[in-house]
């Protein structure tokens, strides 16, 4: 079994591409051992590597977060972890927690704003979120409120230097283009 790695614009984050499906639908993000016990024995076995913080489910992909300094360590124990657990043929996620969406709460929006929502769903779903999980990430929907738009960074869009830069010079000025009542983006943690 071949993996490829990829570099993303989150130091802190590696992209591992085990050329088969992670997750059939939708993503998940597991930010603690006692996160993945219980829901996904591979994300359970990733962070059990010493350094690991996070580990982040893509459709194709799994992108791995870490605290230690250097790459170079962790790398090797990681590879073996994804080889070892796609070569058992156990299952990524187990049945009830498979193709969870992000667990993010309750969306907040006025249901005046309901159209505007949906527009600018969609714009999320149709040009932002395929762009960001090139990068091994993704960012999901969390509300709107006075113009303002609320989304959760996930994966290796959690925590990277550049997330700022994504948010007000690509998302908000793609959304004020096909939304004028967009005014902002803000990013919002996970409830």
């Not at 016990?37 to 962070?47: D, E, F, N, T, V």
């Not at 005046?112 to 990068?135: C, F, H, N, S, W």
């Not at 550049?162 to 996970?190: C, D, M, W, Y």
Request: net charge negative; aromatic share 8%.
């Amino acid at each position: 079994m071949f993996i490829q790695t990829e570099v993303t614009p989150n130091p802190a984050t590696l992209k591992f591409l085990p050329g088969r499906v992670v997750v059939e639908t939708g993503t998940e993000e597991f930010l603690t051992a006692a996160d993945a016990a219980g829901r996904s024995p591979l994300a359970a076995r990733l962070m059990a590597v010493p350094g690991v913080t996070g580990v982040f489910f893509g459709y194709d992909f799994v992108t791995v977060t870490k605290d230690e300094p250097d790459w170079q360590y962790l790398k090797p124990a990681i590879l073996a972890g994804l080889m070892e657990h796609f070569l058992s043929n156990d299952p990524v996620m187990l049945a009830e927690g498979e193709g969870t969406a992000a667990p993010d709460g309750d969306e907040f929006f006025e249901e005046r704003d309901a159209g505007t929502v949906a527009t600018i769903k969609e714009l999320l779903e149709t040009r932002v979120r395929p762009a960001v999980a090139q990068d091994g990430g993704d960012i999901t929907f969390r509300g709107y409120r006075d113009g303002t738009v609320y989304l959760n960074m996930r994966g290796a869009c959690a925590g990277c230097p550049s997330s700022t830069a994504t948010l007000k010079h690509g998302i908000q000025n793609l959304l004020r283009h096909f939304v004028p009542e967009v005014e902002a983006v803000e990013a919002v943690a996970a409830a």
